[in-house]
């Protein structure tokens, strides 16, 4: 019973193409959010969405778009891939954003290869 | 089943009150991570670690990785308010795969 799950695991491409990863959560939770983690293990917020709102950190490129068909799911899509976008990609979600803390519950994450 | 357990899972203290969060794994622990969750901000930074007996501080907040790398302590001492929030330590584990923890919320009452 996967609480936050990611698709794919690992994926390796060539630069310059566009790719989508998944997200799905069953926990019911209002809001998403999606982490790159570079090589020293740091973890930068993308994007945290909810069905009313969505917040972008202003460093991360315009390639990169968070698409959300339904509550459940925040994809990650990204165009024209470079060789920095190589770097693990974690989803998240938590319960509410309503300016109280709420612990996030992590995906696996997805292993980005650009080559 | 859960990598990394943390405990508690939550706490409230009196402002200037010590503390301690722990970080439990099952397996040996090649590295290991704690983060602080800040609202709108996701997780911010705080330490890592990554021999058995490291020791590591930043202001108030101290953090120590056990001899046999299987679990780590976060303490802070003389808490205030701003150190409430949740905490979160990650860690790389056997596989190259990294694991959260599940988290530690902790009140400050001034």
């Known amino acids: 019973d996967t609480a936050v799950s990611q698709t794919p695991k690992y994926l390796v491409t060539q630069m310059g193409n566009d790719k989508s990863i998944k997200c799905e959560q069953n926990?019911?939770?209002?809001?998403m959010y999606w982490y790159k983690q570079d090589s020293k293990k740091f973890l930068k917020i993308m994007f945290s969405?909810?069905?009313?709102?969505?917040?972008i950190n202003e460093t991360v490129p315009n390639r990169f778009s968070p698409k959300s068909p339904d509550k459940a799911h925040l994809n990650l899509h990204i165009n024209s891939l470079e060789l920095g976008d190589s770097a693990v990609y974690f989803c998240?979600?938590?319960?509410?954003?309503?300016?109280?803390?709420?612990?996030?519950?992590f995906g696996p994450g997805t292993r980005l290869l650009v080559l | 089943s859960q990598e990394l357990e943390q405990s508690p899972q939550s706490l409230i203290v009196q402002e200037g009150k010590n503390l301690t969060i722990n970080c439990t794994s099952s397996?040996?622990?090649?590295?290991l991570y704690w983060y602080k969750q800040k609202y709108g901000e996701g997780l911010i930074f705080l330490m890592m670690?990554?021999?058995?007996?490291e020791e590591k501080s930043h202001e108030k907040i101290t953090a120590k990785l056990d001899e046999k790398k299987q679990q780590s302590s976060l303490h802070i001492t003389a808490s205030q308010p701003s150190h409430a929030g949740i905490y979160l330590c990650?860690?790389?584990?056997?596989?190259?795969?990294?694991?959260f923890g599940t988290g530690t919320s902790l009140t400050v009452i001034p």
């Open positions: 998240a979600s938590s319960p509410h954003s309503s300016g109280r803390q709420e612990t996030q519950y």
């Open positions: 926990l019911g939770h209002d809001t």
């Open positions: 969405y909810n069905n009313k709102e969505l917040i």
């Open positions: 397996k040996t622990l090649y590295g």
């Open positions: 670690l990554q021999k058995g007996g």
């Open positions: 990650g860690a790389d584990i056997i596989g190259n795969q990294f694991y």
